[in-house]
C-alpha cells in the first residue's frame, strides 16, 4: 500500500521561506519520478516541480528559481524548498509521483502566505 506523508507547511510573511517533506512509502523510490503538486482555493490542483531518479528537476514557471526539489533516495524523501514566498503560493500542497495516481494522494501540507 502507498504511504505518502507530507509535512513542514505553517504559516510565513510574503518574502520569507519554508521547506517541505514528503516521505513515501509502499513504491520503488528510487527508480518513481516525483513530484509536488499544490491545490489553491477555488483552483484546480496543479504540478509545480518534478525530479527525476537521478535529481534532474522541472519547474512550472509560476515557482521556477523560487523553489527547490530534491530527493534523497536513502530515506524515500522529496523536498521542496519554497523562497520568496507570494501570497498567491497560499495552498495546500502535496507530493506523488509523476504522472500523479489518483489512489496516491496524501493529506497534503497546508502553506499559508500572509503578512
Known amino acids: 500500500q502507498v504511504h505518502l506523508a507530507e509535512s513542514g507547511g505553517g504559516l510565513v510573511q510574503p518574502g520569507g521561506s519554508l521547506g517541505l517533506s514528503c516521505v513515501a512509502s509502499g513504491i520503488d523510490f528510487s527508480k518513481s519520478i516525483m513530484a509536488w503538486y499544490r491545490q489553491a482555493p477555488g483552483k484546480e490542483r496543479e504540478r509545480i516541480a518534478f525530479?527525476?531518479?537521478?535529481?534532474?528537476?522541472s519547474y512550472a514557471g509560476s515557482v521556477k528559481g523560487r523553489f527547490t526539489i530534491s530527493r534523497d533516495n536513502m530515506k524515500n524523501t522529496v523536498h521542496l524548498q519554497m523562497a520568496m514566498l507570494k501570497t498567491e503560493d497560499t495552498a495546500l500542497y502535496y507530493c506523488n509521483t509523476f504522472p500523479a495516481k489518483e489512489e496516491n494522494w496524501g493529506l497534503g501540507a497546508q502553506v499559508t502566505v500572509s503578512p
Open positions: 525530479i527525476g531518479p537521478s535529481a534532474t528537476a
